[in-house]
């Protein structure tokens, strides 16, 4: 990131929020204060940035790397952009009511609306949006961010910091980001919904009287035989093109931020592909755990073994409905494209499902991962004749829970052992749920948001564990169990991170199918793991 770009941002939006001042007189301290912050901010920015050009300190920014990634990018950025946002509508507000109050003076009549009036509904609004957000200030985001700043500024200057000062405003900002994202993906959800309604206008408008519906297009399924037309389908019309942007605010310069990611978008152009953890070098001793074991992936570059707690390039999200898996057709490979396309055996589960829907809706499961700090967002969209569902979270707001062929993933209540379901997934095959859970799990524990180690459901319900015990794998101390699922009496091998905040997280799993006792394991099944 550019501190010094942000920086001068927070020093454009000061400028901007001082032109409050003359109008709303009777919020002049709350004004005051404001803008004090954002050039206290700037200030910090332009302090941090000095430090990372001189090569002297700049080994010491691998000490506040994650907070500034958490302050500055994640939480900051938005902030800035949400006030921007708020001066660009107060800024084509103002320009309509001069045209409004020139035609009234022309015309002899009186006036509808004044500036002053303008500029205090929008400071009121703005002051109401922040602290309903976040259930303080905005004056009191905006020292957090100051504050925490100057201890990080600190530490790059090689000074000793308040490390007491840092975890409550760390506490503060990492809650506050999570409604942030929240909420983006809720605007996220309204924005595609509003999109389908405008595409579907759009066809309306333009289908010719007389003209029969296009059929649906036939997707091929692996139990029935492939059909081809040999017409080709017919392109849909381009969508409407999109409204004119706002006028900008004299003096503020726009605030680079990543626009938000709406499930129809592929993530080939918004999200660079996270890069697997470097493993450490190590000599011929192995008696402590290695550096991925202690901390999340980080972004150096290095390529391993297909691993869902190591992805390789997820260029475009993963889809998957409730009984088949299905996979986006984009040229970029996913790392799960090559863990879904390894099932090589099939493990019928009987359906324990009790609910039929009519017209056998289509559910299909996106993952959305962010590379800058690997959050995860998931997106349900519900396909049926009538109409089409979408439903949105963050990955970290779930917990996941089998009940024999169906996995439940269920927001917590306020009871311990309460929850509020959101999604039943039902799956025909153990591999494919197996999968499933275990991607599931992997992503959520990348999350640097809540460690998977804080969380229960890292294990698959319906199993029994056999055997468990350490193994190594590439330099790395692995856990490694044994399950059998009680009702397939099916065998898998599981290993997942031993150590650190990354414990739990699955790292791969074999089947075990050519089995010389049904009712035993022996080590001689091992040699031919599915």
């Avoid at 901010?41 to 500034?68: E, M, V, W």
């Avoid at 609306?113 to 957000?133: C, E, N, S, V």
């Avoid at 099939?346 to 039929?356: A, E, F, I, V, Y």
């Amino acid at each position: 990131m550019n501190l010094l770009d942000i920086a001068k941002s927070c020093e454009d939006i000061a400028r901007g929020v001082f032109s409050f001042l003359p109008h709303v007189p009777t919020a002049s301290v709350d004004i005051s204060a404001v803008v004090a912050e954002l050039y206290a901010i700037g200030a910090s920015l332009r302090s941090l940035d000095g430090s990372h050009k001189t090569p002297s300190r700049r080994q010491n920014f691998t000490h506040i790397a994650t907070d500034l990634e958490l302050v500055v990018r994640a939480s900051l950025r938005q902030t800035l952009r949400d006030i921007y946002d708020s001066l660009s509508r107060m800024n084509q507000a103002i320009h309509i009511t001069n045209l409004h109050n020139a035609a009234a003076t022309a015309a002899g009549t009186p006036i509808a609306d004044t500036i002053a009036a303008l500029h205090k509904r929008t400071w009121d609004g703005l002051w109401h949006y922040f602290y309903t957000q976040a259930g303080y200030s905005l004056h009191l985001r905006l020292k957090y961010y100051k504050q925490m700043l100057e201890e990080m500024s600190a530490i790059a200057q090689g000074e000793v910091a308040d490390e007491v000062m840092l975890a409550s405003c760390r506490a503060a900002i990492t809650t506050l980001r999570v409604i942030q994202d929240r909420q983006v993906a809720i605007q996220a959800q309204q924005e595609v919904q509003k999109q389908h309604q405008q595409h579907h206008h759009h066809q309306q408008q333009h289908q010719m009287p007389g003209q029969f519906p296009q059929q649906p297009p036939f997707h091929h399924h692996p139990h029935h035989p492939h059909v081809s037309a040999s017409v080709p389908p017919v392109p849909p019309p381009p969508p409407p093109p999109p409204p004119p942007p706002a006028p900008g605010v004299p003096g503020v310069t726009p605030v680079a931020m990543p626009r938000a990611v709406s499930p129809d978008d592929s993530l080939e152009h918004i999200l660079d592909p996270p890069r697997a953890p470097e493993p450490p070098k190590r000599k011929s001793s192995m008696k402590k755990a290695g550096s991925f074991e202690r901390q999340r992936p980080n972004r150096k570059e290095h390529r391993d073994s297909i691993h869902w707690s190591n992805p390789t390039s997820p260029k475009s999200p993963v889809d998957s409905s409730s009984d088949t898996m299905s996979l986006s057709s984009n040229s970029f490979k996913h790392w799960a494209m090559k863990v879904y396309g390894s099932v090589t055996t099939s493990t019928p589960l009987r359906s324990t499902g009790d609910m039929k829907f009519p017209g056998r809706p289509q559910v299909t499961f996106s993952f959305f991962l962010r590379d800058r700090d690997h959050r995860v967002r998931v997106l349900c969209k519900v396909k049926s004749d009538k109409r089409t569902a979408y439903s949105s979270t963050v990955i970290t707001s779930l917990l996941i829970h089998r009940e024999g062929s169906c996995l439940m993933l269920c927001h917590p209540s306020s009871g311990e052992e309460d929850r509020v379901a959101w999604a039943n997934l039902q799956f025909s095959t153990l591999e494919y749920m197996v999968l499933f859970f275990c991607t599931f799990i992997a992503l959520r524990g990348q999350d640097s948001s809540d460690p998977v180690s804080r969380i229960k459901d890292y294990q698959l319900d319906g199993e029994e564990l056999v055997f468990s015990g350490e193994t190594i794998d590439n330099h790395y101390i692995h856990a490694l169990h044994i399950y059998v699922d009680t009702s397939t009496r099916a065998v898998r091998l599981h290993a997942t991170v031993l150590h650190g905040e990354l414990k739990h997280v699955p790292v791969w799993t074999a089947f075990i199918h050519q089995r010389r006792h049904v009712h035993g394991i022996h080590q001689r099944d091992f040699a031919c793991p599915s």
